[in-house]
């Protein structure tokens, strides 16, 4: 895909070998459609986009959220507020909303989250960083056979982690990026519970190899942030963590650009694994039961 685009008063610096890069010289407060065109070829090349020295009001930064789209208001969470599509969370102490296991924004969404907008308000001086992890690396890492064998699966997703185990949503293992044509891996440790066309015994050998191999560390990067700093991410391609391991105060306020829709590399090659009744049965009853409310939808 051609992102070729005129940078030249841009300061553009990657910040790691695998993703993520620092941007200076454009003032988000007052940026353009055409602005936004040139972030979001950026984005594509990059993965994840900081730039620093940028500290927008509420207002600035819904507005500059949405240049890139429709903004939502979480769909598990309940934050209040005038402003349902912006939302601001505290910790202190490593205590409060910290988002210390890898995932993919929102995944557990029929339509999960196409990017991120976060500013940084306040952070501690020392700890509290953030880490990316390239996708489509982890993907294109793998040996060809497990490449092969990933292709055909699915995964079930949930919102356990936010108390909403009862929303779910079925996505490729192996996802096609609807812009760079890229394939990248789809499940993460936080909100993937199993996958679909494998028994719960080997759901469990699998996901967990692939969620630990998603976030090797040659595939990351460290951000250390400053107060003030903007960061964009591909939810599409990329996951994230937050480490927890700081004291003082840590706010971020954030907008989210929904409307995803995964495509899988390839049509799934197998039909879901389900035991008749039996003991054992019970690893299947979310899975069982989701299939029967999508048939039922349909």
Not at 67 to 92: D, I, Q, T, W, Y
Not at 103 to 128: W, Y
Not at 178 to 205: C, D, M, W, Y
């Amino acid at each position: 895909m051609d992102t070729a685009i005129d940078t030249k008063a841009l300061e553009i610096t990657p910040v790691s070998g695998s993703l993520g890069a620092e941007v200076r010289g454009i003032p988000l407060q007052d940026a353009t459609p055409a602005d936004a065109d040139t972030i979001k070829a950026l984005l594509l090349e990059h993965l994840v986009l900081f730039f620093p020295d940028q500290a927008l009001t509420p207002d600035q930064h819904i507005a500059f959220g949405k240049l890139f789209g429709e903004l939502e208001s979480h769909p598990n969470l309940l934050f209040g507020g005038e402003r349902p599509e912006f939302f601001e969370l505290h910790a202190a102490g490593g205590e409060g909303a910290i988002a210390d296991e890898w995932h993919s924004d929102l995944s557990c969404e029929v339509s999960p989250s196409v990017m991120a907008i976060l500013h940084m308000v306040k952070c501690p001086d020392v700890g509290g960083d953030t880490m990316w992890a390239n996708q489509y690396k982890a993907y294109e890492q793998l040996s060809p056979a497990m490449k092969e064998f990933c292709e055909g699966l699915t995964a079930l997703h949930d919102a356990d982690p936010h108390g909403r185990a009862d929303r779910m949503a079925i996505h490729p293992v192996v996802r096609v990026h609807p812009e760079t044509g890229r394939k990248s891996l789809f499940v993460n440790e936080h909100f993937t519970r199993r996958i679909v066309e494998l028994s719960h015994e080997e759901s469990k050998a699998v996901l967990g190899y692939l969620t630990r191999w998603a976030a090797s560390p040659p595939f990351t990067v460290r951000y250390s942030w400053r107060a003030g700093t903007i960061a964009i991410w591909d939810n599409r391609c990329t996951q994230h963590y937050v480490l927890n391991d700081f004291e003082g105060e840590r706010v971020i306020q954030r907008v989210t650009v929904m409307g995803d829709h995964p495509e899988g590399a390839k049509p799934p090659r197998w039909d879901p694994a389900l035991r008749t009744l039996s003991a054992a049965s019970r690893h299947d009853r979310q899975l069982s039961q989701h299939l029967k409310a999508k048939a039922s939808e349909d």
